[in-house]
């Protein structure tokens, strides 16, 4: 049986992490990444937007709105449904008429832009409410409720049958256990936001690596409409140390049928999102044959053209290899962890077994490290800007464990020593030396270090 898309569902990018936002002509690549692989939506939300978050109240100037103007273009341009999102929940008055006016004039201003759907996000913020607040409302859902309201039915007016996204103060799975938001928070959301209204949601987690049918079964029940999914899988804005280009995955294709949509918070640097979108597409626009590994290696293939090198060519297979490296948040690629178990199989060796183990490790572990080296020679230099630092650091840990072959090779017994890893300089920092102090468990609690 072959599955078709709603012709409402909304799939594509959001523009939501905390960090830079991206430049003008980054947001023209991902849009024209988005119109070659058919994702219909592009959310701006990115946090550290002082006057999208911190500084809603603030009007955009007129090189500002020039700016937000020349992307909305571009949106429609290409056929993608522009989205702008404002959160002002870090410190709005719900019970006061002018900030609620205040909110319209804001989203007035982005509509006279050309711009026509909108969404308000109350994510992220303090979970206490104002005293007035309370005594007008009595719960945050039903003040962020009435405002919401507000603003989409006025929009509504102006624009019928533009699309509206709330995302709630809980907005995954353990935030409601733990009863952000207050009691019964999402019920009364559900009974009370216009049905007009979409309702973002990450998953049991904020960055969940499965969404099950039963999940969202049970969350559309008490929403009284099925979520559109906020999904953080490959957004990397908490470890700057780390990115992830493994495939759109843990999703089975059913779950499409039972959401209003899917639109993607992703890495930072926009330009290492390549395999995520295309992987996506490949998972929204599938029939009833989607293998997420597949999807993987021939968009890792597309990928692949954008590392045209001024040195060395990077090979496809050491690509994968590299990418193997920074796959999703709780897994690592095939060839990655084939490469970790063979260093740890050889290093845990008696001395007199290690020098059979060591080929297995040795030959990725070359191949990775010349691959990290290359990067530099990049000609696309947005690219190598996104890849350098995360990279190095790879590179760093094989040259070390290399290092430490060569002498074990020499003298299996040798205290192992490099010349170029030394205390202070690597590894070092107050981060890591905190990060030495408490040890993380399988079961998510910490113990301390001895």
């Known amino acids: 049986m072959v599955m078709h898309m709603k012709t409402d569902f909304l799939t594509g990018v959001i523009e939501g992490f905390y960090g830079t936002p991206w430049t003008l002509g980054e947001r023209h690549m991902v849009l024209d990444w988005m119109q070659s692989w058919k994702l219909n939506t592009y959310l701006y939300a990115p946090k550290d937007d002082l006057k999208q978050r911190v500084s809603w109240r603030e009007d955009y100037s007129s090189g500002e709105a020039a700016v937000l103007k020349d992307l909305i273009q571009a949106c429609q341009a290409r056929g993608i449904r522009f989205v702008y999102a404002l959160s002002p929940g870090l410190d709005m008055a719900y019970a006061q008429a002018s900030d609620l006016e205040t909110l319209q004039r804001r989203l007035e201003q982005v509509r006279q832009l050309g711009g ?19 005594s007008t409302y009595g719960s945050f859902a ?4 009435h405002v919401t309201n507000a603003v989409y039915r006025s929009l509504q007016e102006k624009s019928p049958g533009a699309r509206f996204l709330f995302c709630p103060t809980p907005y ?12 019964d928070y999402l019920g009364q959301v559900g009974r009370i936001l216009d049905p007009g209204i979409e309702i973002f949601w990450t998953g049991p987690e904020i960055i969940s690596s499965h969404l099950s049918m039963g999940h969202v079964e049970g969350l559309t029940q008490l929403l009284r409409r099925p979520p559109l999914i906020w999904d953080n899988l490959h957004a990397n804005d ?8 493994g495939p759109y995955s843990g999703r089975p294709l059913e779950l499409r049928q039972a959401v209003r949509g899917i639109l993607h918070n992703p890495n930072n640097e926009a330009p290492l999102n390549y395999v995520p979108w295309k992987t996506l597409s490949d998972y929204v626009h599938a029939d009833t044959d989607w293998d997420p590994r597949t999807s993987y290696l021939r968009a890792m293939e597309g990928w692949h053209a954008r590392f045209e090198s001024a040195g060395s060519p990077i090979a496809l297979e050491d690509l994968v290899l590299l990418g193997d490296c920074f796959y999703l948040p709780e897994a690592e690629g095939s060839q990655a962890q084939a490469l970790h178990d063979a260093a740890r199989d050889w290093l845990r060796a008696a001395p007199g077994d290690r020098q059979a183990l060591l080929p297995a490790f040795r030959e ?39 290092t430490c072959a060569s002498q074990m090779e020499k003298d299996p017994g040798a205290r192992l020593h490099s010349d170029y890893h030394l205390p202070g300089t690597y590894r070092g920092g107050m981060v890591s030396k905190l990060q030495g102090l408490l040890h993380p468990q399988a079961d998510g609690s910490f113990i301390p270090s001895r």
């Open 364 to 402: 990725p572990a070359a191949r990775l490290r010349n691959a990290c080296a290359e990067i530099v020679h990049l000609k696309d230099r947005g690219l190598f800007s996104a890849l350098s630092r995360k990279t190095w650091d790879l590179r760093e840990e094989m040259d070390l464990m290399l």
């Open 172 to 183: 995954c799975g353990r935030m409601q256990q733990a009863g952000l938001g207050g009691e």
């Open 142 to 145: 039903k003040a962020q409720c």
């Open 116 to 134: 026509r759907d909108f969404a308000l996000l109350f994510d992220d913020i303090p979970d206490v409410m104002r005293a007035e607040d309370r």
């Open 238 to 245: 908490y470890d700057g140390r780390r990115f992830y280009c």
